[in-house]
């Protein structure tokens, strides 16, 4: 499974990229687009949203389910990837580089994990 080292992970399965200046970009984990199967909506905040940290800030719709998205950190919304509008499906291709949106005023969730703490959690899924 594919974890980039330099993301921070949820346990709800999505990724967080630090970029510095308090911004950030979140996505949706390879694990999590491999669970949803092919992605064919996605519901994005507005820019200037507030995310809370365990909140729900969008959803996914795929030919399985609608899937809640949660904020893994503090913030506004900053920019949305608008391009998943029109092609959603670039999520199941490229998940760590399809973010979803850019966060600015950005306030770390204690509950971030490394890539290895993430590879550990859903090792740990599997054995369930």
């Known amino acids: 499974m594919n974890l980039p080292t330099d993301l921070k992970y949820t346990r709800s399965h999505e990724w967080v990229r630090l970029l510095g200046g308090g911004k950030a970009e979140i996505g949706l984990t390879d694990f999590a687009q491999k669970e949803l199967g092919d992605i064919v909506f996605v519901n994005?905040?507005?820019e200037g949203d507030g995310l809370v940290p365990g909140e729900t800030f969008a959803d996914v719709e795929s030919v399985k389910a609608?899937?809640?998205?949660?904020?893994p950190i503090g913030g506004t919304?900053?920019?949305i990837n608008e391009e998943l509008a029109d092609e959603p499906e670039?999520?199941?291709?490229?998940?760590y580089g399809a973010w979803l949106i850019r966060a600015s005023g950005v306030k770390e969730g204690e509950t971030l994990l490394s890539a290895e703490e993430y590879r550990a959690f859903l090792a740990g899924k599997e054995g369930a």
Request: charged share 30%.
């Open 44 to 46: 994005l905040p507005q």
């Open 77 to 79: 919304v900053e920019e």
């Open 66 to 71: 609608v899937s809640d998205i949660f904020s």
């Open 90 to 95: 670039k999520i199941n291709q490229d998940p």
